[in-house]
C-alpha cells in the first residue's frame, strides 16, 4: 500500500515524469500543481502517482488530475489517492473524464462516482466531450 502525503517542490520532477508518461491525464506546468491541493503516493522513495484537487465550496472539492506511473499501475495507487481525498469528509467531489477514457471511467465508477451530465467540446487536442461524475461518502 502507498503512502499518502502532501505534494511538495521537490517531487515536481517525478510529477512531471509520470504526467509525460500519461498521455491521457490533463498537461500543466507542474509548478502550477503547488497551487492547490495537491497528494503524492509513494513506494519507497518513488512517487508513483499525484492527484491535484481545489476546494470550489465549502463542502465541494474538484479533482483537476490524477494520474499513475505504469509501472505502479492496477496497483491500488489511484484507488488509495482517491480514498485520501474522500475518505474523511462529507464532501462532494466532481470531476470531468475525457468520454473516450473508458478505463478512467470504469475506475472512477468502481470507487462510487456517478456520472451526472456531459460538457460537449469541453477538451481539446482532439475535442472532446468531458463526462461530469460525482462521488459524496
Given at each position: 500500500?502507498?503512502?499518502?502525503?502532501?505534494?511538495?517542490?521537490?517531487?515536481?520532477?517525478?510529477?512531471?515524469?509520470?504526467?509525460?508518461?500519461?498521455?491521457?491525464?490533463?498537461?500543466?506546468?507542474?509548478?502550477?500543481?503547488?497551487?492547490?491541493?495537491?497528494?503524492?503516493?509513494?513506494?519507497?522513495?518513488?512517487?508513483?502517482?499525484?492527484?491535484?484537487?481545489?476546494?470550489?465550496?465549502?463542502?465541494?472539492?474538484?479533482?483537476?488530475?490524477?494520474?499513475?506511473?505504469?509501472?505502479?499501475?492496477?496497483?491500488?495507487?489511484?484507488?488509495?489517492?482517491?480514498?485520501?481525498?474522500?475518505?474523511?469528509?462529507?464532501?462532494t467531489v466532481f470531476l470531468?473524464?475525457?468520454?473516450?477514457?473508458?478505463?478512467?471511467?470504469?475506475?472512477?465508477?468502481?470507487?462510487?462516482?456517478?456520472?451526472?451530465?456531459?460538457?460537449?467540446?469541453?477538451?481539446?487536442?482532439?475535442?472532446?466531450?468531458?463526462?461530469?461524475?460525482?462521488?459524496?461518502?
Open positions: 500500500m502507498p503512502i499518502i502525503r502532501r505534494g511538495e517542490v521537490a517531487d515536481l520532477p517525478q510529477i512531471d515524469a509520470i504526467q509525460a508518461a500519461s498521455p491521457e491525464a490533463a498537461r500543466w506546468a507542474v509548478a502550477d500543481y503547488l497551487d492547490h491541493d495537491l497528494l503524492v503516493a509513494l513506494s519507497g522513495n518513488q512517487v508513483a502517482g499525484f492527484l491535484a484537487s481545489r476546494m470550489v465550496a465549502a463542502d465541494e472539492c474538484e479533482v483537476l488530475t490524477l494520474a499513475v506511473a505504469p509501472e505502479f499501475r492496477r496497483q491500488g495507487v489511484g484507488r488509495a489517492m482517491m480514498a485520501a481525498l474522500t475518505g474523511n469528509s462529507s464532501v470531468e473524464v475525457r468520454e473516450s477514457n473508458t478505463i478512467a471511467r470504469n475506475f472512477y465508477n468502481s470507487i462510487g462516482f456517478q456520472e451526472v451530465t456531459m460538457r460537449q467540446k469541453y477538451y481539446q487536442s482532439p475535442s472532446e466531450c468531458a463526462i461530469v461524475m460525482k462521488f459524496h461518502s
